[in-house]
């Protein structure tokens, strides 16, 4: 059994897909540090997004930015874009739910666990609301290159 080596576009994108998911887990992170280390969470938060703007520019242009909607695709290309807004829809209302139910989580523990201010309150939220925002673009992205990423092997084979 011979192991042929994987293609240098193939690798690309899998390399700028890691770099999204570790900058979300990074963006994620920051939000469940804000309390209890809120200094390492601010801090986790710059890098997650300065990551996380990479990663999605990286992913972005090793398939062509043809997840952007002003981008010109063949009849394939636009099934495949399709599916993978339909990804980025599906778990978008999944993280929504997870978001809601971390809001009345934070609000219940809140009161009886720390005394925040409307500031703290303010920039939790804004790290959730902005993983979210991150989120969906890079899922429709990542979906996008997954599935080109599988044509091209397919094809190679």
């Not at 939000?31 to 938060?45: R, T």
Request: glycine share 8%.
């Amino acid at each position: 059994m011979t192991l042929t080596p994987v293609p240098a576009t193939v690798a690309q994108r899998k390399r700028a897909m890691r770099i999204g998911d570790g900058a979300i887990a990074a963006l994620i992170l920051a939000a469940a540090l804000h309390f209890p280390a809120q200094g390492l969470s601010n801090l986790l938060w710059m890098l997650g997004s300065l990551a996380a703007a990479l990663g999605i520019y990286e992913l972005r242009k090793s398939i062509g930015y043809s997840d952007l909607p002003e981008a010109e695709l063949d009849e394939y290309e636009l099934k495949r874009h399709l599916e993978a807004r339909e990804d980025g829809l599906r778990w978008s209302l999944g993280l929504s739910l997870a978001v809601f139910l971390l809001s009345g989580a934070v609000a219940c523990t809140a009161r009886f666990w720390v005394e925040p201010d409307g500031l703290s309150v303010a920039l939790f939220f804004a790290k959730v609301v902005y993983c979210q925002m991150i989120w969906v673009p890079f899922i429709v992205a990542r979906s996008l290159a997954g599935k080109i990423n599988r044509d091209e092997l397919i094809a190679r084979d």
